[in-house]
C-alpha cells in the first residue's frame, strides 16, 4: 500500500512547481550513509538524500526520520508509537559539519539515475516537504528513514530494483539489531530493546526488509542494475571517523552487575543479623515491585500503543504484572502469599528450563536476575510459614 501511493503522488508531482534544482539535467543525486553515533538513537546510523548541481549554487541534503524534541506531549506521543515524524532539508555544509562534529563517517553513492528519473524526485521531494505533506508515523523496521529512501529510488527506478541478499545466513531483525549494539559495546541498550520488543523481532528478514538499516542498504545498492547499468556510479568516503575503540563494559554490563547481585543477596540470605534481615525486607518489596512495573509497562506497550513490534512479548512470563500488587504482601504469611510465591518459582524453573526454545529471543543476561527472583521466592515460602517470619531464617 505504501510503494502504490508512493507512485501516486510521484504521477501527482508532476503537476507541482519544482524547487528550480530539477531543471536540467545537470543535477547529481547521491545516497549518504552516516556511521553509527555514540546515542542510542544514532546507534543504527543513518541515511539521507543528496541533491547538487553542476554550478555548486545548491547542495542540500534531504532528511527523513526528523523529530521535534520540543512538541507538545513529546515522551508520551513517543512511547504510544503515535509522534509525528518528517522530511527535513539542510545544506550539505551543515549536514557534513554535524557528522564531522560526532565523528561519524560519511559514505556517498552517487546514483546512475536519467534526467526524467531525477526531474521525477526532485518534483516528490518538492511535494513531500509542504506542510500538510511532511509528517508522518514512524516505524522502527518498516518506515524509518532508511526504508523511505529505499522506497523512493525504488519508485523512480519503476519498482524494477532486484536487491540480492546481504546476509551470509538467515537472519532475524534482532538478530541484525544486537549486531549494531554488540559493535557499538551498548549491553544495556540491548537488554532495554530486548525487554521492549516482542516475538515479532525474531522473524526472519526478507531481502526486502534487510534494507531498514542504513549500512544494509549502502551495501546492497552496490550490486543493483537499472537500465542494465550499475544503479550506482560512484562511491566515495566523504569523511572517515577517527576510530576510538568503545569501552569495555564487561564490569558494568547487565551480567556482571545481575550475577554479583545474585551472589550477595544470595550470601546475605543466610546472616542471621537483624540489619540485613531488615535490608532484605525492604529489597524484597522494592525487587518485585520493580518487576511488576516493568510488567505492566510491557503490557501497556503490547495493548495500549501503534508500535508493531512491542506485541506479543514473552518477557511477561517473568515480568508478572501482578508483582506490583504482591509486593506490598511479600513477607505477609497468609496462605495465598505463600502460594504466590511459590508458584511463580516454580513457573520460573520452567521459563529457565525453556529459555533458549522460546519463540523469541529472551536476553540471557536475564537468567541470574531470574535465578535471583526463584531464590528469593524459595526463601519467602519458608520463612513466611513460620509463626514469625521476622526472626526466623532458614540455617
Known sequence: MKKIYLIITLLLSFSLPFTGLAQDCSLRVSLLTVS?????????????????????????????????????????????????????????ANFEYVAMMENRSITEQTLNLTCTEKEKLLAYLDWNMLPANKYYKYDFTFDNCTTRVADLIDSIAGGSLVYKDITKEPMTFRDAIHDYLNQNEK???????????????????????????????????????????PLVSDKATIFQAEFRGHDKHSVTGPLFIFTCLFVLIGFLSFSANKIIRSFLFGFDGVLFFIIGVLGIVLVLMWVAT????????????????????????????K?????????????????????????????????????????????????????????????
Open 36 to 92: 553509527p553515533g555514540e546515542e542510542l538513537y544514532s546507534t543504527f546510523g543513518h541515511t539521507a538524500l543528496r541533491i547538487s548541481d553542476s554550478t555548486g549554487t545548491r547542495d542540500i541534503v534531504f532528511n527523513y526520520g526528523t523529530f521535534n524534541f520540543d512538541e507538545p506531549g513529546f515522551y508520551i506521543k513517543f512511547a504510544r508509537g503515535k509522534l509525528n515524524y518528517y522530511v527535513s532539508a539542510e545544506s550539505f
Open 187 to 229: 549491553p544495556w541498550s540491548k537488554l532495554g530493546i530486548d525487554l521492549l520488543l516482542g516475538r515479532r523481532l525474531d522473524r526472519v528478514m526478507t531481502i526486502r526488509e534487510e534494507l531498514f538499516l542504513p549500512e544494509y542498504l549502502m551495501n546492497a545498492l552496490d550490486s543493483v542494475t537499472t537500465n542494465n547499468q
Open 306 to 333: 501503534d508500535h508493531y513490534m512491542t506485541k506479543d512479548n514473552y518477557n511477561l512470563l517473568w515480568a508478572w504484572p501482578t508483582h506490583a500488587v504482591a509486593a506490598f504482601y511479600v513477607h505477609s504469611r
Open 335 to 395: 496462605r495465598w502469599v505463600r502460594l504466590y510465591y511459590l508458584f511463580y518459582a516454580i513457573a520460573q524453573l520452567i521459563l529457565i528450563a525453556l529459555w533458549f526454545w522460546l519463540p523469541q529471543q529472551l536476553n540471557p543476561v536475564l537468567i541470574p536476575l531470574n535465578a535471583l527472583l526463584i531464590f528469593r521466592c524459595f526463601i519467602l515460602f519458608v520463612l513466611n510459614k513460620s509463626s514469625n517470619a521476622s526472626d526466623t531464617l532458614p540455617k
